[in-house]
């Protein structure tokens, strides 16, 4: 059986952050078939009030991924923002 060309057809947003954002998921469409976004938010707000330390949390989307049934690839990268910090204090 022939497989399906893939097509790059990246969901994009450009969006200017406040002291409202507290990090952004990037991830491979594995996760996307099976979590929508505000799955994938309210994922990592209830692993973080959990205690889940926040460099685990991308491994945890991955295996939630896994574990909805997708059998695509599935990859994801969690950045945390605290807009509290500044330049000088990096």
Known sequence: AERPAVIAD????????????????LGTDGVWDV???YDVVEFVKEAR????????IAAM????????GSYDNISAIVVFFDMRRTGDDL
């Not at 990246?10 to 998921?25: H, Y």
């Not at 009030?49 to 685990?56: H, L, P, R, V």
């Not at 989307?61 to 909805?68: A, D, G, N, T």
């Open 10 to 25: 990246p969901d994009i947003s450009v969006l200017e952050l406040d002291d409202a954002c507290d990090f952004v998921v």
């Open 61 to 68: 989307i991955v295996h939630e991924s896994l574990l909805r």
């Open 49 to 56: 009030s959990n205690g889940a330390k926040t460099e685990d």
């Open 35 to 37: 979590m929508s976004s």
